[in-house]
């Protein structure tokens, strides 16, 4: 029975974004590769390897130089 209830995913408990102090994020996915290379989608959400594809794409020429 205690494996059971520890394996149920599906919230057992009723506990709300709320009551855990997340009710401000948003319940958005992860962004793809293309939508991280086309660079137009607001409604996903970049990883740090889709941000380096994002710079790969958009941003091949660009060259950094490093001021001291």
């Not at 520890?6 to 590769?33: D, F, M």
């Not at 086309?38 to 490093?66: F, H, Y």
Request: proline content about 6%.
């Amino acid at each position: 029975a205690a494996y059971a209830h520890i394996s149920n995913t599906e919230n057992p408990h009723g506990v709300t974004k709320k009551q855990v102090g997340l009710e401000y994020v948003p319940n958005i996915g992860k962004a793809t590769s293309d939508q991280a290379k086309a660079g137009t989608s607001d409604e996903a959400i970049m990883t740090p390897v889709r941000v380096k594809e994002a710079i790969a794409a958009l941003a091949p020429q660009l060259k950094w130089t490093v001021i001291s």
